[in-house]
């Protein structure tokens, strides 16, 4: 019985250091977004549902707070961007971003069993630990009814495999800004660093841990189970790097994302609909898609079976290009 004992207790504490395995993926839920469940964007959608909602009140330049699920998935970014209602494409919110997250950022965001490891799970059903904390809305904008569009990418742990990219997920909330706004608008969007990794591994507030790449992609990366520490990395989305007014490109990505891992393993694109030629992955052997996305999803109870399918929607990821572009709906 004192064996018996000693086995459960080692397999228990085994199991604390084990990634994730079952994950229900995500979407905005405060502000209340359009969505109840989560939509996939391969960056070529701009809002999943097109029809508006009761919109929230906001004042320009007010700090708001913003929730989404955690739901055992590792790492990652968030990008916010704004368009007028009815102006809702994915190119109106590439010209639009005004501000970038770290995924696991927040105080809720943490595994409830307190975990510090950097592959914990949420310890807990679907649906119960909640990330995001503040961002702060454009003050340069009209008064007027927007449309505010959140998108996560560069997330790690897709159905039980660590090894590889979460799909990247969409969610739009419709919002008012009460009065108009009394700044110009800056160069580039505002980022906010540091998340739950970060935090524990005393690194600041300047970069977040995210996997494999860090831009929203038109491929799903597919790896090692065994090798995957070495593509989760730290840093911020590629547009913060690389802002430069109207060259920028809003975070999105039509070519294959560069890497910082020079190792040598057993990985696969998977597209949404069609498979590019990838040319960032070390060695790369292509294997067949075998999607369990919807599988997954069913296993949280408030999650319509139709939110999620097993193909993603076709696209070309367009750049951005609006910081030099003048807006009726902006001020002056």
Known sequence: MKFLSFSLAVVAALN?????????????????????????????????????????????GETIDVRY????????????????????????????????????????????????????????????ISCGDTIT??????????????????????????????????????????????????????FVGGDRVTKNDNLGNNECFYFYTNSIESTQYKGSNEDY????IFGKPSYVENCSGSTADSGNSSTAPATQISATIDTTETPWMAIPTATHAPTEKAQEFTSNESNVADEASDIPNESIGDDYPVGTVAPGGCRGKKRSWTRG
Request: glycine content about 10%; hydrophobic content about 30%.
């Open 69 to 128: 699920w955690r739901n055992n998935h590792l790492g990652g970014f968030i990008r916010w961007a704004i368009s007028p209602v009815g102006s809702e494409t994915a190119s109106d919110f590439d010209d639009n971003v005004f501000f970038y997250t770290c995924r696991e950022s927040g105080p809720d965001c943490v595994p409830a069993d307190g975990s510090t490891y950097r592959y914990a799970g949420d310890s807990s059903g679907p649906n119960t």
């Open 137 to 190: 809305l454009p003050d340069w904008l009209r008064e007027g009814d927007y449309v505010l569009q959140w998108v996560w990418f560069s997330v790690g742990s897709s159905s039980g495999n660590v090894g590889w990219a979460e799909p990247q997920f969409v969610s739009c909330a419709d919002i008012t800004l009460t009065s108009a706004g009394s700044s110009s608008e800056p160069k580039c969007p505002t």
């Open 16 to 60: 604390c250091l084990l990634p994730p395995s079952i994950e229900a993926h995500s979407w905005l839920v405060k502000p209340v977004s359009r969505e109840t469940g989560p939509r996939t964007t391969d960056g070529s959608i701009g809002c999943p549902d097109t029809t508006p909602r009761t919109p929230t009140s906001f004042s320009p």
């Open 229 to 232: 520490e070495q593509y989760y």
